[in-house]
């Protein structure tokens, strides 16, 4: 990786972190590590996005602390959970940089992890990057003979959800996240799908590293929304809207999904016809 040479020219970025009731430490770290690690001159802002916490500690204390960065960082308080889904389209609204980037509230990024996301971006807006990577299979022959070297960029059908970079009027133009979707569970696939559908395309950058703090257990609940099948019912809103007829195939895996009502899903497949997207088929 460090033989590669960045454009000096990049877009401009807006960090978006969304956290509800998140640790001090593993909140601000993430902030600190982004403005620390990161080419002044890229970062536009970064919102973050309070999905009604009601932790002392994110309140008084947390508006006192941010003015230090002199207006570089802007904190967005919901005024109801939210979930994660939704407060990421919030916090995408907030932003004017020309790519979003979204972190967990709980990572740190490495040294020289900003070129290697944007510069494909500005190569070509429809690109989605994410730099950690996620597969449950190795990378296939085609695309590994694809570049010459193992640290460029490859391609994905999916990513996992959690860090990524998107140009920010091509997320708007692809109607940020399903509004119907509630909380977190099956957006990533949702964006997945739609990008590659509508036009756009994911790379996985070997070279962009972000650490991740990953938790044994779900620290707090889903609100008025617990007990729900919220999960599922985001899946079948995904499955209905993108997968066509291979939705039998999630079926047999899941024949008691059939079962969950997914909503009105009418705005979804309007939205799929009006940017011409390709079939699940293609």
């Known amino acids: 990786c460090k033989h590669w040479n960045y454009p000096e020219v990049l877009p401009t970025v807006s960090v978006v972190i969304v956290f509800h009731n998140e640790g001090w430490t593993p909140l601000l770290r993430t902030v600190h590590s982004v403005l620390l690690r990161s080419p002044a001159q890229l970062i536009k802002e970064i919102v973050m996005v309070d999905d009604y916490s009601d932790k002392e500690h994110l309140k008084e204390k947390l508006d006192k602390y941010i003015k230090r960065f002199n207006g570089k960082v802007e904190l967005v308080?919901?005024?109801?959970?939210?979930?994660?889904?939704?407060?990421?389209?919030?916090?995408?609204?907030?932003?004017?940089?020309?790519?979003?980037?979204?972190?967990?509230?709980?990572?740190?990024?490495?040294?020289?992890?900003?070129?290697?996301?944007?510069?494909?971006?500005?190569?070509n807006s429809g690109i989605f990057e994410w730099g950690l990577l996620y597969k449950e299979t190795g990378i296939s022959a085609a695309e590994r003979n694809?570049?010459?070297?193992?640290?460029?960029?490859?391609?994905?059908?999916?990513?996992?959800?959690?860090?990524?970079?998107?140009?920010?009027?091509?997320?708007?133009?692809?109607?940020?996240?399903?509004?119907?979707l509630q909380i977190w569970g099956g957006e990533q696939y949702e964006l997945s799908f739609k990008i590659w559908?509508?036009?756009?395309?994911?790379?996985?950058?070997?070279?962009s590293h972000v650490g991740h703090v990953y938790r044994s257990h779900m620290p707090y609940s889903f609100g008025k929304l617990s007990g729900k099948p919220i999960i599922a019912t985001n899946m079948?809103?995904?499955?209905?809207?993108?997968?066509?007829?291979?939705?039998?195939?999630?079926?047999?895996?899941?024949?008691?999904?059939?079962?969950?009502?997914?909503?009105?899903?009418?705005?979804?497949?309007?939205?799929?016809?009006?940017l011409h997207c390709k079939p699940f088929k293609w």
């Open 236 to 274: 079948l809103r995904v499955i209905r809207t993108w997968m066509d007829e291979y939705a039998e195939y999630y079926f047999i895996r899941e024949p008691q999904a059939q079962r969950v009502d997914p909503g009105d899903i009418s705005a979804q497949l309007a939205l799929k016809e009006r």
């Open 197 to 207: 559908q509508c036009g756009g395309g994911i790379l996985f950058v070997p070279c």
């Open 77 to 123: 308080r919901t005024d109801d959970r939210e979930g994660l889904i939704r407060a990421r389209t919030i916090g995408a609204k907030h932003s004017t940089g020309d790519v979003v980037i979204f972190l967990d509230a709980h990572c740190e990024v490495n040294v020289n992890w900003l070129p290697p996301l944007l510069a494909p971006i500005k190569h």
């Open 146 to 180: 694809r570049r010459p070297h193992n640290s460029m960029p490859f391609r994905s059908p999916t990513h996992a959800g959690g860090l990524f970079a998107i140009d920010r009027l091509w997320f708007q133009e692809l109607g940020y996240y399903d509004e119907g």
